[in-house]
């Protein structure tokens, strides 16, 4: 049974800095492509970042550019959002998100691409 599980959100000041984490169970990671979604409240669910199947290319939203990092460890089953340089517009729930497939993982990232959601974590931004 497919299942991805987030952790790591918390409080985190301004400027700081977190890193999520992403359990994925009955499938193999580097098979699949695997992407973040945010959504805060008031506001539709966006795609963060996704890491493409195979080598792992990797997508990031013009507005996390430069600032996060998405990555993947095979052996563990894990797929890592990390996050530096927090502003208060980066609160949300973080959702891990298994996509249909590559085409999925490029430009925009639509919701209407995701397979199968995490239940989400939650990221505040506040001093």
């Known amino acids: 049974q497919l299942k991805v599980v987030e952790s790591g959100g918390g409080l985190v000041q301004p400027v700081g800095s977190l890193r999520l984490s992403c359990a994925a169970s009955?499938?193999?990671?580097?098979?699949?492509?695997i992407a973040w979604f945010r959504q805060a409240p008031g506001k539709e669910r966006e795609g963060v970042s996704c890491?493409?199947?195979?080598?792992?290319?990797?997508n990031y939203a013009d507005s996390v550019k430069g600032r996060f990092t998405i990555s993947r460890d095979n052996n563990k089953a894990m797929v890592y959002l990390q996050m530096s340089s927090l502003k208060s517009d980066d609160a949300a729930v973080y959702y891990c998100?298994?996509?249909?497939?590559?085409?999925?993982?490029?430009?925009?990232?639509?919701?209407?691409?995701?397979?199968?959601w995490g239940k989400g974590t939650l990221v505040t931004v506040s001093s």
């Open positions: 009955g499938l193999t990671v580097e098979n699949y492509a």
């Open positions: 998100a298994v996509l249909m497939g590559n085409v999925y993982c490029s430009g925009y990232m639509s919701s209407a691409g995701v397979d199968y």
């Open positions: 890491i493409r199947s195979g080598f792992g290319g990797t």
